[in-house]
C-alpha cells in the first residue's frame, strides 16, 4: 500500500502551495544522501519526499491526486507521477527549491560526493515525419520501398569540444552553507545544457547547432495490408543531435492510401464494377478482369442478371495481422444500350409483350438486401 502523499510530507491536506514547499524542503534536508551516507532508509524517505513533491506542487497533479489518490497515476491512463524519479530528476528539483532561501553559491563549484553517475546526457535527435504515397498493389504485396528524405546530419566541418563549465559531465553541483549545514545542490549544466559538449566550429552552410539538411534515400519495407493513416517507425533515421555522443532520431513514415482508379477498397474486400452487353448477359459469356493478383478469367452464365454480385474468394486486400486474403466481389451491371438500328428495334418491339422477357424474379434472385446480408454473414 502506497503512502498518502500528505502524509509523507507531514501536512493537512488543506496545505498551501507554501506550505507545501516549506514541508518538503524540511524533509530533504533530513533525509540527504550528503546528510545521511550509505542509509539505505533515508535515501527511501528523501525519494519518497520528492515523489510528494513533484505531484502536490503541481496543480494539476495535485488536483487529480486529491480525486483519485495514488489510481490517478497508474496504469496506461495516468500520466505519470513521480515512480520514475531518479537522483538526477529529485537534484534538478532544487534549484526551485533552495534557490529562493539560501541565496547564491558561496562555495563554488565542488566534486561529486554522492556515488550517482557523473555521465553527461545522450542527446537524441528529433523524429522525421514523411508522407509515403501507396497505391493498391502496394498494399496487396507489400516489400520494399525507397523513399527520399531530408534529414539534419552534422555539417562537414562541423566540430564540438568538451564543455569547459562542467568538463563534460553534464551538470554542475555548488556547495552552499545554509543553516542546516553545507549543502551541495546538482544541476543541469547552464552552458551545454546537459550535453557535456559546445560547438567549437560551424561547418559551411550549418545551423546554429552545426548540423545542415542533407538528402538521403531510406529503403523501408512495407507490411502488406496497411491502411491509410498507418505510421511505421523506422529507429535512428530522423534527425540527429548535435555533439559527438548523441543517438539519431526515428524516420516516421504516414502512408497516404492513393484511391485505385478500378477497385473499391472495403477493409479487406475491393468492389469491381463489370459492365457487360446485353447480349453477353443473355448469352453467356467469358470475361478477363486484370487484378492486383493477376488476370482473372470470369465465366458468365447465361441469363445474367444486373446487380448479381460475383464473388472471387481471396483475390481481395490481406489483413494487415492475419494475412488473410479478402474477397473481390463483382458487381454485374448489364448495358441497355442507348441507340440501336431501326432492325434491332424493330426486334425488340416484336418481342415487347413476350413471356420470355418478362421480369420473373425467382427465389434464387435476391433483393438488394439479401445480398448484402449475404455478404457479412
Ligand atoms: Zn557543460
Redesign the pocket.
Known sequence: MKKDYYEILGISRNATAAEIKKAYRKKAIQYHPDRNPGDAEAEAKFKEAAEAYEILSDPDKKARYDQFGHNAFEGPGGFGGGHHMNMEDIFSQFGDIFGDIFGGSSGGFGGFSSGRSSR?ARVRGSDLRVKLKINLEDIIKGGKKKIKIKRLVKAPGTQYST??????????SRITNTIFGRMQTTGT??????????LERRGEGSDANGMIKKEDIIEINLPKGVRNGVQLRVGGKGNEAPGTNGIPGDLIVQLKEVPDPKFKREGNNLHYEMYVSMPEAVLGTEKIIETPHGKIKLKLEEGLQSGKILRLKNKGVPDMNTHQLGDLLVNVNVWTPKKLTSEQKEFFKKNFNHPNFQPAPSKAEKSFFEKIQDLFS
Open positions: 553527461a564543455c569547459h563549465q562542467c568538463g563534460g559531465s553534464g551538470r554542475v549544466c547552464p552552458v551545454c545544457h546537459g550535453t557535456g559538449q559546445v
